[in-house]
């Protein structure tokens, strides 16, 4: 049984979430129906899972130092932890959507513009690959975890896995969707890659 005070982070958490992403609009409301309906769940999940870790981490921090005589909620640390794993992976399939993963391109930048579009190229299939076989071994291990329990909350340790299959598939997707528009030399949606 999941105790009260993980229900009542959650729901301050998810209505933190509504006024985040109500006041976050006019940067997600862009492109057609589709487009509006996948912004607006990919930042509401965004900003629950930061609210979410925010308000675990700070709780943690109040009941320990300030009332840890009167109170005790050991699940603070594994669900902020569980909101991290998610919020890694989820924050990088958002940027793999819009290709704006960071990229070291000393070598790149001196490349004729033709090789520059191959290397593009052969980098895409290369992450299909990989994200692919994320996917694939993330969906393993996540079923194999299904039947062990977390530590504090009474949930399957297989939550933490299932941010692999899940972000790595929808990571996937997106390359798919990048690469396709890179061989047909469509711009991308996106700012382009970060310079290091």
Known sequence: M???????LVVLAVLTTVA?????????????????I???VEVSFAVFLMMGMLYAAATQVVVRYWLSQQVSLPWTEEFSRLLLVW????GAAMVQRSDEQIAVTVAFDRLPPRVQHVVRLLGDL???????LMAWEGWWLARLQVNFPMITLDLPTALFDYALPICGALMLVHTVVLTVRRAQGRAMRGAPAHEV
């Not at 985040?20 to 509006?36: D, E, F, N, S």
């Not at 919020?87 to 989820?90: D, E, H, Q, S, V």
């Open 126 to 132: 290369l992450a299909l690959g990989f994200l692919a």
């Open 87 to 90: 919020a890694a992976f989820w």
């Open 2 to 8: 999941i105790e009260a005070s993980v229900v009542a």
């Open 20 to 36: 985040v992403t109500w006041a976050l609009r006019p940067r997600w409301q862009h492109g057609g129906p589709l487009a509006l």
């Open 38 to 40: 996948w912004n607006l």
